[in-house]
């Protein structure tokens, strides 16, 4: 690693490269430091926590931790904040927000003196974000997460976030559950810090680093609150110090092999849509394309393996118990590409081979017995999935992965918050729920609004699923039968633009299609009369950067910007 290290590293430019040193060791010594301190290797923690995240809230023991093993290395721990996000408290959505986590995170990456740095991340949109920044900066970096929270309980039935609170919220709508009796099951639905208890976002991009190299082995699930998640935060902090010496950086930990080992680990643990968007965007930092028909035959190979809610039956506490992600990445050994670097210096393979012996649990199945074949996602194709829409077919209801109904058109969120509840809402449970203008720039931030609540004179009836499509994003820790990403967005003059009342829309998840049928005369006669809404008046600052520079979702919703031309792809 060439260059000026530790407090040289990046000196302010008064012109005079010593005065600025001699400067910059008066202010830091009025913290306390030593002379001896400030010789070492400076390892920058980011610290995430905030009073509005509660996913975030051990971040400070958690720092506490890293700094302990940061000094038992010989290095000096200097902590920094950074914008931190949590997706209930983030308007219009913590999507919108990624890409300013991901700039902020960069840019102090690059302004302030560091040889590596321990990125602290948790709540769905964090981990992504300092992925993201780690992938621009390029200095030796490592993750290390918050961590699950521990399900809680209700009349005897364990209940964790998030998609208990959806199902739950459903009951509840249907009027199943009255208003004490929901309030009641809500205050236990959240019973520690930690991110949500099951495989959504938050969980999946866990899983997800730790597959890509980019954290210790083992860190992806030990729930926020065991003493095993901070001891897993002293041996990051200590790794950082030899980061810092010897790298590796995350451009050469980050490869279109990591890419595709992460793609696998997505299918076989059934988890969140989200996820690929956000690998696009870490990749597309690196000049790295997701390829989506590539990933879809890699689901066609990959069976789903982790019994975890919201697509089976246990919490992320159950997986911890069942020896992390380490037993799923054994049992996919076969099919990932072991040579990929991490960051421990050594290959996936070689840790692999270093799991303890594995012992009898029912959360991970083996490669011969999954719980469903062919992987959790799916991609799509045909006239209405435009570049390339996705289901989740592991939440899917199975008797809805083939059918045909009468579309149901929402044009905004307000359209649908206005209407979805309406006595005289012509809708029949064979119909098919439209939402469109919801996707990156038409909501704007492509919001979690995929999970189009079933209209309450169905739900009433007993209807729990419907055939659902849009151009938003769905929460990892939803299920239904679900569509997404329609891209390009309806807002950008993309497929959902051209859908009426009363067309009929088909739906063959085995085929991999989604077709409108409508003759194609009449799609150019409809295109031709379309007029994009208006967007954009009057904005300023960071809204206005994000509505004239975000890609769609096929790219990662990134700033066109921010993405390098393409160089590789993913196999």
């Known amino acids: 690693m060439g260059g000026s290290k530790g407090m040289r590293r990046g000196l302010t430019r008064y012109g005079d490269e010593g005065f600025a040193l001699y ?72 999507m919108y927000l990624r890409n300013l986590m991901a700039m902020d995170t960069e840019e102090m990456l690059r302004a302030q ?61 249907s009027g199943e559950l009255d208003d004490s009796e929901v309030a009641a099951a809500g205050a236990q639905l959240v019973p520690t810090a930690g991110t949500c208890g099951v495989m959504g976002t938050a969980s999946t991009m866990a899983c997800l680093t730790e597959a890509l190299g980019m954290m210790l082995p083992g860190g992806a699930a030990i729930p926020a609150v065991e003493a095993a998640r901070l ?144 992987g959790a996602i799916a991609v799509l194709s045909g006239n209405l999935a435009g570049d390339g829409a996705i289901i989740k077919q592991s939440a899917a209801s199975p008797a809805l992965l083939r059918h045909s109904g009468r579309a149901v058109v929402f044009d905004s969120l307000d359209d649908l918050a206005a209407r979805i509840d309406a006595p005289d809402l012509a809708a029949e449970p064979s119909d098919v729920l439209v939402l469109r203008n919801a996707g990156p720039k038409g909501a704007p931030g492509m919001p979690e609004a995929g999970y189009i609540p079933i209209p309450r004179k169905l739900a009433e009836k007993g209807v729990t699923d419907m055939l659902r499509i849009s151009d938003a994003r769905m929460s990892g820790t939803a299920f239904g039968t679900i569509v997404l990403h329609a891209s390009p967005e309806a807002a950008a003059g993309g497929p959902l633009a051209l859908v009426e009342d009363g067309d009929t829309i088909a739906l063959d998840v085995p085929g991999r299609t989604l077709t409108l049928d409508v003759p194609e005369d009449e799609l150019a006669r409809r295109r031709a009369a379309w007029t994009p809404p208006v967007m954009g008046e009057g904005l300023t600052g960071y809204r206005r950067l994000y509505h004239d520079t975000v890609l769609q979702a096929p790219q990662g919703c990134d700033f066109d910007f921010q993405v390098r031309p393409v160089t590789a792809r993913t196999p």
């Not at 400070?60 to 010989?74: N, T």
């Not at 890419?259 to 690929?276: D, E, H, K, M």
């Open 23 to 94: 400067l910059r060791k008066a202010f830091i010594k009025a913290l306390g430091y030593s002379e001896d301190a400030l010789e070492r290797p400076v390892v920058g923690i980011a610290d995430t926590s905030s009073g509005y995240n509660a996913c975030h809230a051990t971040v400070p023991q958690i720092v506490e931790a890293v700094e302990r093993g940061v000094l038992m290395a010989g290095g000096l721990p200097v902590s920094f904040p950074t914008i931190s996000l949590h997706e209930s408290f983030a308007w219009p959505t913590s």
């Open 113 to 173: 003196p560091m040889d590596a740095a321990v990125l602290i991340g948790g709540c769905d949109k964090t981990v992504p974000a300092q992925l993201m920044a780690a992938a621009s900066a390029d200095l030796p970096a490592i993750l290390v997460v918050t961590g699950p929270m521990l399900p809680g309980s209700h009349r005897g039935e364990r209940l964790g976030a998030c998609t208990d609170c959806r199902r739950l919220w459903a009951r509840f709508r």
């Open 231 to 374: 001891r897993h935060a002293e041996a990051t902090g200590a790794r950082a110090v030899a980061l810092a010496e010897h790298g590796p950086t995350p451009g050469q930990i980050l490869t279109p092999a990591a890419f595709a080992n992460a793609l696998r680990v997505l299918l076989a643990v059934g988890g969140s849509t989200n996820a690929l968007i956000h690998l696009a965007a870490v990749a597309g930092r690196l000049g790295i394309a997701i390829d989506y028909d590539a990933f879809d035959r890699l689901g066609r190979e990959t069976p789903f393996l982790v019994d975890l809610k919201p697509s089976g039956r246990h919490y992320m506490d159950g997986l911890h118990r069942a020896g992390g992600l380490g037993p799923v990445l054994r049992a996919l050994a076969p099919r990932l590409d072991l040579g990929c670097l991490t960051v421990t210096g050594r290959a996936l393979g070689e840790e692999i081979e270093a799991l303890p012996p594995a012992w009898e649990q029912d959360v991970v199945r083996p490669l011969a017995d999954p719980l469903h074949e062919g």
